[in-house]
């Protein structure tokens, strides 16, 4: 793409229009930073990702306080707790009566549509649909994206560049290798998720240890269930027909245990979700700022996901806000060591959660593990460990 036809001058490009980008811009203007988003996919093609589902403390007072929360809290499902079970056992753990916050149950695909609402009505200019996304001079003081629009080529300068766009984006490779460390966990088994246009069957998610393998009960709304089950690596979804996958749920979740009831209905999506975590350092480089899944990801087991990328973005707003409005780089500077100290503490929280809950086909480790529940279960420390880590710990931690 050499002499580009269109240039375009800005003060931040934010890479990839998810709501990790989408939350940065709006922040990025309310403190009068201007900013343009640049979008691989279709504005439906991201508006329409079934992921996360579970908003922490943090991230819901953070939406409120932007003025983000007036659909949350009509819509939204605030839950004290969850409940941690295994064969013949299941117990409450309490969040608001142990650490005071509770978290909320709303969708990641609402927090986008709640986002692309506030931003068009601000008049936030979005490509969307963009091929051969590049960066480029990340080195400098001012760095430029090019990219591809409707067949015509497009170059943005600016002051900063934000990389909001997953672990698929060109943001994350923009940094070089001899710069960047990588950290990486692949886990031997994956979650095999699927949504149902049931009623919960329970009024809190509930995380199941069972023999046969991890099982969760979510939801996304109050007619909507989200279930998972824990399936080998390279399972093909073809291989778990709905009866299968319900017979399955009911086993895991325990149907049946003190009168409890899994209640089935029509399955209308399914897929399989491997699990990883992942860190790349540092998430600066010269003025390139990574966000969210292109500097980080943890196993869905945590709820961490959506509400690191939040966290991150918290932190990012204010230093570029600094960095462009009054030439002060030192937020900008720390912006990379300030995340990661939450990055680390959530991907640790992930990874616990994780390994407590997924069986293996060692004896040893499943006795280990349900030693874990129980002192998890009647200890008050333990509870309050693990309430604290997923209502979420302050931002900036």
Not at 18 to 39: F, N, T
Not at 246 to 275: C, F, N, Y
Not at 367 to 390: D, F, I, K, M, P
């Amino acid at each position: 793409m050499t002499s580009p036809s269109h240039t375009l001058r800005t003060d931040v490009v934010i890479v990839g229009g998810g709501p990790a980008g989408m939350l940065l811009s709006h922040l990025l203007a309310a403190d009068g930073v201007e900013s343009i988003v640049v979008e691989a996919r279709s504005q439906e093609y991201v508006g329409a990702r079934v992921r996360a589902g579970i908003l922490e403390h943090s991230s819901v007072e953070l939406l409120r306080g932007a003025g983000l929360g007036e659909r949350l809290d009509r819509e939204g499902d605030e839950h004290r707790g969850i409940y941690l079970q295994w064969p013949d056992e299941r117990h409450h753990l309490d969040f608001v009566d142990l650490t005071g916050r509770s978290v909320w149950v709303y969708g990641q695909t609402e927090v986008q549509k709640d986002l692309v609402s506030a931003r068009s009505a601000a008049g936030q200019e979005v490509y969307y649909e963009c091929a051969d996304v590049a960066l480029h001079e990340v080195e400098s003081d001012r760095p430029a994206v090019t990219f591809t629009h409707e067949g015509r080529p497009v170059r943005i300068e600016a002051r900063a560049v934000a990389g909001c766009d997953g672990s698929f984006g060109p943001s994350r490779g923009a940094v070089p290798d001899a710069v960047r460390s990588i950290w990486e966990r692949v886990y031997p088994y994956s979650w095999l998720g699927i949504l149902a246009d049931v009623a919960p069957s329970t009024d809190e998610l509930i995380y199941a240890w069972h023999p046969d393998g991890f099982a969760m009960h979510s939801m996304r709304s109050a007619s909507v269930s989200r279930l998972y089950l824990q399936v080998p690596n390279g399972t093909p979804v073809e291989e778990w027909s709905d009866d299968r996958i319900w017979d399955a749920l009911a086993t895991r979740l325990g149907h049946g245990q003190d009168g409890w009831r899994l209640e089935p209905g029509p399955i209308t999506e399914k897929s399989v979700l491997p699990m990883r975590s992942y860190v790349q350092t540092p998430m600066r480089h010269g003025s390139l700022f990574l966000a969210g899944d292109s500097a980080h990801i943890v196993p869905p087991t945590g709820a961490k996901g959506l509400n690191l990328a939040i966290a991150d973005v918290a932190l990012l707003a204010p230093a570029l806000a600094d960095l462009v409005r009054r030439d002060d780089r030192m937020l900008a500077e720390a912006y990379s060591d300030t995340a990661l100290r939450r990055v680390w503490r959530c991907t640790h929280f992930s990874w616990w959660m994780t390994t407590m809950l997924h069986t293996s086909e060692d004896p040893f480790d499943a006795q280990l593990q349900l030693s874990q529940l129980r002192w998890v279960a009647s200890s008050e420390a333990g509870r309050t460990g693990l309430a604290e880590n997923y209502a979420g710990l302050p931002i900036g931690f």
